[in-house]
């Protein structure tokens, strides 16, 4: 229900008023992935957002511009990642979404951003 996900979408945003949405890349394979992505943007259509939009990848690698330092958050998301349980008996993410990182860290590592 694409309709149903830019609603909820749309409320999430009018209620939170954020400055910055993250979302995945339009580019993502994974169709649940890549409906977030299309649902989101219409949202962000659709209440003229007016500040910065941000595209993640999740399976699909996507062209980057710059890496974020992500050692103050890591330990936050191997726990994040632990609580897909069910998922998780068939493949290693934390060791492929950290690997995806790891990765990433070799293209670009004169271009890193700490965040807080």
Same mark, same amino acid.
């Given at each position: !229900? @694409?309709?149903? =996900?830019?609603?909820?979408?749309?409320?999430?945003?009018?209620?939170?008023?954020?400055? %910055?949405?993250?979302?995945?890349?339009?580019?993502?394979? *994974? /169709? #649940? *992935?890549? &409906?977030?992505?299309?649902?989101? &943007?219409?949202?962000?259509?659709? %209440?003229?957002? &007016?500040? +910065?939009?941000?595209?993640?990848?999740?399976? +699909?690698?996507?062209?980057?511009? %710059?890496? @974020? #330092?992500?050692?103050?958050?890591?330990?936050?998301?191997?726990?994040?990642?632990?609580?897909?349980?069910?998922? =998780? /008996?068939?493949? #290693?993410?934390?060791? +492929? %979404?950290? /690997? @995806? *990182?790891?990765?990433?860290? @070799?293209? =670009? +590592? !004169? &271009?890193?951003?700490?965040? !807080?």
């Amino acid at each position: !229900d @694409l309709e149903g =996900l830019v609603q909820r979408a749309v409320a999430e945003c009018e209620s939170f008023a954020p400055s %910055i949405v993250y979302l995945p890349w339009p580019g993502e394979r *994974h /169709g #649940d *992935h890549r &409906a977030v992505s299309v649902a989101i &943007a219409r949202a962000l259509r659709r %209440i003229r957002f &007016a500040g +910065t939009a941000l595209g993640y990848e999740v399976w +699909t690698p996507m062209p980057a511009e %710059i890496v @974020l #330092d992500l050692a103050p958050v890591a330990e936050l998301k191997r726990r994040a990642i632990q609580r897909y349980e069910t998922p =998780l /008996g068939y493949v #290693d993410y934390e060791r +492929t %979404i950290f /690997g @995806l *990182h790891a990765y990433r860290s @070799l293209l =670009l +590592t !004169d &271009a890193r951003v700490e965040i !807080d």
